[in-house]
């Protein structure tokens, strides 16, 4: 029965292409928003985590509860010593430290005098050990405009838009006018080795990235850090990071102790569990919304079709075919329209969706004076569920709408079929 409904639904184009070309269109629009929204929520988290959060990050509970303010004052003490204990209990991520600072940059004249200052964020990181990845992991090497990365103590790179802003070559001095730890005022002057260019305003208005050994240096903070984070090798593993922050906090944190270190996950921080939760609503969301539009579209097309073949079901029923078994055989062309216009659709989201996440969206000119750390360019992200997510509302609207519509055959009285059919 299933080969002779299948050719009647080829056959006869009136009764099937219009139901298919919604189906397509709506299952496409469900794969790809979710893969869309999913990417661009993935890259939001993805970024903050490999500039700000970590998948984990360990601070004191002091500085934790004033990160905002970056306060090096309450910074962590033996910081060595707390990189070597997470090295050994969890071997399988990475622990960097960083130190965050701000103050301004000097420029100065021919004669060592100032012509020009602007205010300045400062992250320190590992820029000049052998093994390290933060270079790559914060794609400072891809956002280099001019010059190269640190390759000695004394060098810095700065951001681009600063450089140009008040004339900073590569290789010129520039003077970092802050704060110690303890309070005092701190006069470090370094050589620009490069400039860089975030795509992100909040960086490019004026940012400068040292070596961390001297930041250490220059903020008198030896064997101090303002965080420690942790990255898996792959990635983020909430439940994991949840373990991992457990066993460390009943290990090392002291609740009468503000300076002992206490571990935090990605998702403690910034509102980043709530952006989360919103990425995977967001697919459920639009799955509903399109289950109900294309079920009242779908119940409208299959009423107009119910009454496009009034006369078909009237012969039908004439002959003693009994009403559940054409009702079924509506249930049965639902499912194998549903399933045409799905497989359609799906093809057609997945290739969208292959494209931006290769491609992506440029919104960088659109975002010149956002403050917020967002990426300048938007992917979508496959994922296995995108390949079966839009058969749910493909297969259940159709299936739903002509559920709907077909009830009429149950209305059918006998006694006037062949008055109809006189007709």
Same mark, same amino acid.
Request: aromatic share 10%.
């Given at each position: 029965?299933?080969?002779?409904?299948?050719?009647?639904?080829?056959?006869?184009?009136?009764?099937?292409?219009?139901?298919?070309?919604?189906?397509?269109?709506? $299952?496409?629009?469900?794969?790809?928003?979710?893969?869309? %929204?999913?990417?661009?929520?993935?890259? #939001?988290?993805?970024?903050?985590?490999?500039?700000?959060?970590? =998948?984990?990050?360990?601070?004191?509970?002091?500085?934790?509860?004033?990160?905002?303010?970056?306060?090096?004052?309450?910074?962590?003490?033996?910081?060595?010593?707390?990189?070597?204990?997470?090295?050994? +209990?969890?071997?399988?991520?990475?622990?960097?430290?960083?130190?965050?600072?701000?103050?301004?940059?000097?420029?100065?004249?021919?004669?060592?005098?100032?012509?020009?200052?602007?205010?300045?964020?400062?992250?320190?990181?590992?820029?000049?050990?052998?093994?390290? =990845?933060?270079?790559?992991?914060?794609?400072?090497?891809?956002?280099? $405009?001019?010059?190269?990365?640190?390759?000695?103590?004394?060098?810095?790179?700065?951001?681009?838009?600063?450089?140009?802003?008040?004339?900073?070559?590569? &290789?010129?001095?520039?003077?970092?006018? &802050?704060?110690?730890? =303890?309070?005092?005022? /701190?006069?470090?002057?370094?050589?620009?080795?490069?400039?860089?260019?975030?795509?992100?305003?909040?960086?490019?208005?004026?940012?400068?990235?040292?070596?961390?050994?001297?930041?250490?240096?220059?903020?008198?903070?030896?064997?101090?850090?303002?965080?420690?984070?942790?990255?898996?090798?792959?990635? *983020?593993?909430?439940?994991?990071?949840?373990?991992?922050?457990?066993?460390?906090?009943?290990?090392?944190?002291?609740?009468? !102790?503000? *300076?002992?270190?206490?571990?935090?996950?990605?998702?403690?921080?910034?509102?980043?569990?709530? #952006?989360?939760?919103?990425? +995977?609503?967001?697919?459920?969301? %639009?799955?509903?919304?399109?289950?109900?539009?294309?079920?009242? $579209?779908?119940?409208?097309?299959?009423?107009?079709?119910?009454?496009?073949?009034?006369?078909? *079901?009237?012969?039908?029923?004439?002959?003693?075919?009994?009403?559940? =078994?054409?009702?079924?055989?509506?249930?049965?062309?639902?499912?194998?329209?549903?399933?045409?216009?799905?497989? $359609?659709?799906?093809?057609?989201?997945?290739?969208?969706?292959?494209?931006?996440?290769?491609?992506?969206?440029?919104?960088?000119?659109?975002?010149?004076?956002?403050?917020?750390?967002?990426?300048?360019?938007?992917?979508?992200?496959?994922?296995? !569920?995108?390949?079966?997510? &839009?058969?749910?509302?493909?297969?259940?609207?159709? /299936?739903?709408?002509?559920?709907?519509?077909?009830?009429?055959?149950?209305?059918?009285?006998?006694?006037?079929?062949?008055?109809?059919?006189?007709?």
């Amino acid at each position: 029965m299933i080969q002779f409904l299948f050719k009647g639904i080829l056959r006869d184009k009136s009764r099937s292409l219009l139901p298919v070309i919604i189906i397509s269109i709506g $299952v496409f629009l469900t794969i790809f928003m979710s893969g869309w %929204m999913k990417g661009i929520f993935t890259d #939001m988290i993805d970024l903050n985590a490999k500039f700000t959060t970590g =998948h984990v990050k360990v601070m004191t509970q002091a500085y934790a509860e004033n990160e905002k303010q970056l306060p090096n004052d309450l910074a962590l003490m033996d910081a060595n010593k707390w990189l070597s204990i997470l090295q050994k +209990e969890n071997p399988e991520m990475e622990w960097v430290q960083r130190i965050h600072f701000g103050g301004l940059l000097d420029v100065p004249d021919s004669n060592g005098e100032t012509r020009a200052q602007g205010p300045a964020i400062g992250k320190a990181i590992d820029l000049l050990s052998p093994n390290s =990845h933060e270079a790559n992991r914060m794609n400072i090497t891809k956002s280099l $405009v001019k010059g190269s990365l640190p390759s000695k103590n004394g060098q810095a790179l700065i951001s681009n838009e600063f450089a140009e802003r008040f004339g900073v070559n590569v &290789g010129d001095d520039i003077t970092l006018f &802050g704060s110690t730890m =303890h309070g005092s005022m /701190t006069f470090q002057t370094f050589k620009v080795s490069g400039t860089l260019n975030f795509g992100m305003s909040a960086l490019d208005r004026g940012a400068i990235i040292i070596d961390i050994s001297d930041a250490q240096q220059a903020l008198d903070m030896l064997d101090v850090t303002s965080e420690i984070l942790g990255y898996f090798n792959g990635d *983020y593993n909430d439940n994991q990071a949840e373990l991992i922050k457990t066993n460390f906090n009943n290990k090392y944190t002291k609740a009468d !102790d503000e *300076y002992s270190p206490q571990m935090y996950k990605l998702t403690d921080q910034g509102g980043l569990k709530e #952006m989360l939760m919103q990425a +995977e609503n967001m697919t459920s969301i %639009m799955v509903f919304i399109f289950i109900v539009a294309m079920s009242i $579209v779908l119940w409208n097309t299959g009423l107009l079709g119910g009454l496009r073949r009034y006369s078909e *079901y009237g012969v039908r029923l004439a002959l003693g075919e009994e009403k559940s =078994h054409i009702y079924k055989t509506i249930i049965y062309e639902a499912i194998i329209i549903g399933s045409i216009g799905s497989i $359609v659709g799906t093809i057609f989201g997945l290739s969208a969706c292959f494209y931006l996440q290769e491609n992506g969206i440029d919104f960088s000119d659109l975002m010149k004076n956002v403050d917020m750390m967002m990426p300048p360019v938007y992917r979508a992200i496959v994922t296995p !569920d995108l390949f079966y997510i &839009g058969f749910i509302p493909g297969l259940f609207a159709m /299936t739903l709408g002509n559920a709907l519509a077909g009830y009429s055959i149950y209305k059918r009285k006998t006694a006037t079929l062949f008055k109809e059919l006189e007709v």
